[in-house]
């Protein structure tokens, strides 16, 4: 039920809205930005980061819950598992089931190699399968890669590693073609050519989508693929610690049966982390719009046996994210609500900030709105600011809602809101990580043979990511991790399997100072409430 | 009734008391159930929490998604973690779009009853009967766009009488309707070409290799498509 305050505030909304329709708000200046994010973004916020004492990274700053687990035990002890005696031996090992993990398997599998893809839930579990407004690719004839590029380098601060941002962009078209050519999908007008829209800091329309379930069509679609070409896959099994061979290179992995707990040994010639972000880590508290199964565990995995993170203080949180009710808290409503032409609203119904700046910069005005503007609209649990989803048949015609985005229509209709005609209340919440593992052109790590793909990679984006990149890494990173793993592994002989990083890891914790007894990975989230 | 806010549900069979805001995942999670199996996405897109319930004194079964359906009193739970579809093999560049393809490949659809149970137990409301009415006759574009909603779920299989695996037929026909009937878009074919020829090697590379104060000033006054 709307309280009484929101059926107040709807109404100033409902009587602003033809005016807010027609309004095109001005753009923020970079200074404008650069204060906006450093009074209110949570990734300013010193007193939730700390310095690592251990490790790679050590001396740099990442966010406290991050810490805990890049420096906590192991799940295991060496003598735990028999590293003589592998259940699977096989070329490349993929370690995670979501689109970047298989589109990784895929190309692998093509490459000749013979595969094997450890999943810590089923095949197809993982952000991928949510992201809803779409991908980006630039194939317009006013567009090009690298109008692209300048639009994904400023958005990310400047802090993209060059060549990977060059890979993602150059590659994204024919990325588009090779899910169009297994049959994904895309919103087209009938001469076949893409529906494009603008997402926040794009300069050109070249958001492609698949109505608003984009991410769940291609992960349906790769998922099944896979299924298709024969590449085995083992469900409910988590990997806990890479296995390295005795020549610190990358050798395999123990998994773990996450229902019965037993552990085996994966053998590989090569290994691609393919496991996705963090989200269900609720970094600084914040809900999430992430998978389940979102707990940074590659982070861990890589980290552990001595592959460096870049950027790991960075976190992206959706402008976005369900406010009310109470039982969607956190999900996602998709950027393309904006692109498609709602505007944030204030409690008041004035339009306070453009609906398309960049992700970073409009979580951050939305706070600030919250806090030092006029106020948020009080849920019983929070707060938020409007997005005036009515404004979107306003401007497009009746039926646009429910033929482009069908799955909010549905998520929110659920409730007993139907956004055709009642705006939504909105706050943001934890999208995406920024960071991840270093990784060369090669999608390869610091460490010999680890390779890794996906969100689980740090520096493709810098230290923002736009709407629709992350889509296009997973499958242009996936596609080369897949390929490139492959390649090397024609050329690997594996030596001795060791576990002895487990060892000398405990002993720089103890070195260190380290007294926790966090275990890592994290694998999921804790949420039954303790009953005793 | 509720009684302070506070609602009886019975998970597999067993009593509990919980909030009556909770969905019946995070109510599962209220009772102390550490969730493995039967959770995912808790965003109602990933198909994993497929549940089946009865309200008692009512005699209908009623299906839905745990992540996306409020408890209420007297709610009898029992979730389905994993359905054994039927996913047959096959490759997508030898698939012909045609009649033929079902037939071969899940001739089951052509016993459907027309008893309505997968549509009726649908938690995303799509005609589920159509789509495959669709399938039957060949006419993948309109299964396509019938079945886009669906997650996957297994639900409507579990309650058909004639062992059709909807999901993995609506799933072949998106991939056909998006490979070979959807229009291919000559741009993005073009562009792909140019790239290969390396057309924008030059342009990617100079900006590249200029200073970043530069790189930033092109940012800023970059022109925005309206």
């Known amino acids: 039920m709307l309280t009484q305050e929101m059926l107040d505030s709807i109404k100033k909304v409902e009587a602003k809205r033809k005016a807010n329709a027609a309004l095109e708000p001005e753009r923020m200046s970079a200074d404008a930005k650069d204060e906006v994010l450093k009074k209110y973004h949570p990734d300013y916020i010193e007193s939730q980061f700390t310095d690592l004492v251990m490790g790679v990274n050590k001396g740099e700053k990442v966010p406290l819950e991050l810490a805990e687990l890049l420096e906590g035990k ?72 690298e109008i692209h590029f300048l639009d994904a380098f400023g958005g990310g601060h400047f802090a993209a590693k060059k060549p990977l941002l060059k890979k993602l962009v150059t590659e994204a078209p024919e990325a588009i073609q090779w899910l169009n050519g297994l049959g994904v999908e895309f919103d087209k007008a009938e001469d076949g050519s893409m529906l494009t829209t603008h997402g926040g800091g794009t300069s050109r329309k070249r958001m492609h989508a698949a109505k608003d379930y984009s991410g769940a069509e291609i992960m349906r679609t790769l998922r099944d693929e896979v299924q298709c070409e024969g590449i085995e896959v083992v469900d409910f099994s988590a990997a806990v610690e890479i296995i390295l061979d005795d020549e610190g290179k990358a050798a395999g992995a123990v998994l773990m049966n996450m229902e019965t707990k037993e552990l085996c040994v994966a053998r590989a010639k090569t290994v691609i982390i393919a496991t996705g972000g963090a989200g269900r880590i609720h970094y600084q508290g914040f809900p999430t719009t992430n998978h389940y199964g979102a707990t940074a565990d590659g982070l861990v995995l890589a980290y552990r046996v001595g592959a460096k993170l870049l950027y790991p203080e960075t976190l992206q949180y959706h402008p976005t994210g369900t406010a009310y009710p109470q039982q969607i808290y956190g999900a996602l409503v998709t950027e393309k609500v904006r692109s498609l032409g709602a505007k944030l609203v204030n409690k008041d119904g004035e339009v306070f900030m453009h609906p398309l700046e960049t992700r970073d910069v409009a979580a951050a005005s939305i706070i600030k709105e919250c806090r030092d503007g006029k106020g948020g609209i009080k849920t019983p649990f929070g707060e938020g600011v409007w997005l005036d989803t009515p404004m979107i048949e306003l401007k497009n015609g009746e039926g646009t809602i429910e033929s482009r985005i069908p799955a909010m229509l549905r998520m929110f209709s659920k409730y007993d809101i139907d956004i055709r005609k009642t705006p939504i209340l909105v706050y943001p919440t934890l999208h995406y990580q920024n960071g991840g593992i270093d990784i060369d052109t090669n999608c ?10 996906g969100e689980a990679v740090g520096g493709i ?72 | 009734m509720s009684k302070n806010g506070m609602v009886h549900i019975y998970l597999m069979g067993k009593q509990y008391e919980v909030p009556e805001e909770l969905t019946i995942m995070t109510a599962m999670e209220y009772a102390g159930y550490e969730l493995v199996r039967g959770v995912g996405c808790r965003n109602g897109f990933c198909g994993a929490c497929a549940t089946i319930y009865r309200i008692k004194g009512d005699q209908e079964l009623k299906t839905c998604l745990a992540c996306q359906t409020k408890v209420e009193e007297d709610m009898y739970i029992a979730t389905l973690p994993f359905f054994p579809l039927v996913k047959k093999v096959y490759d997508i560049e030898e698939v012909t779009p045609s009649q033929q393809i079902m037939m071969q490949l899940y001739p089951e659809i052509y016993s459907c009853v027309g008893c309505n149970a997968c549509t009726k137990a649908c938690p995303q409301g799509i005609n589920v009967m159509q789509y495959i009415a669709y399938a039957q006759r060949g006419e993948f574009e309109k299964c396509a766009e019938e079945s886009f909603d669906c997650v996957m779920c297994g639900i409507c299989s579990s309650r058909c009488p004639a062992g059709i695996s909807h999901p993995q037929v609506a799933l072949l026909a998106r991939r056909i309707n998006g490979k070979y009937i959807a229009p291919e878009s000559a741009e993005l074919k073009e562009r792909v070409q140019e790239i290969q020829n390396g057309t924008f090697e030059d342009l990617i590379s100079s900006l590249m290799n200029k200073p970043v104060d530069e790189v930033k000033k092109l940012y800023n006054q970059r022109d925005i498509e309206k």
């Open chain 1, 74 to 145: 192991s799940r295991i002890k060496a003598s735990d598992v028999d590293l003589s005696n592998p259940k699977y031996d096989v070329d490349v090992l993929v370690i995670g089931g979501g689109g970047s993990g298989s589109a990784a398997a895929i190309e692998a599998h093509r490459a000749g190699a013979n595969v094997l893809v450890s999943t810590k839930l089923r095949i197809g579990d993982a952000n991928t399968m949510m992201a809803e407004g779409g991908i980006q690719a630039a194939d317009k004839p006013n567009d090009s890669p």
């Open chain 1, 444 to 453: 390869m790590s610091g460490v010999e043979n680890l390779f890794v793909a």
């Open chain 1, 461 to 532: 984006h810098g230290t923002n990511r736009l709407m629709g990149n992350s889509l296009l890494d997973v499958v242009v990173f996936g596609r080369d991790a897949g390929k490139s793993a492959a390649a090397k592994a024609k050329d690997v002989k594996v030596g001795k399997l060791t576990l002895a990083h487990i060892d000398s890891f405990e002993k720089e914790r103890e070195e260190a100072g380290v007294t926790t007894d966090t275990l890592s990975p994290k694998l999921l989230p804790h949420y039954a409430r303790e009953v005793s």
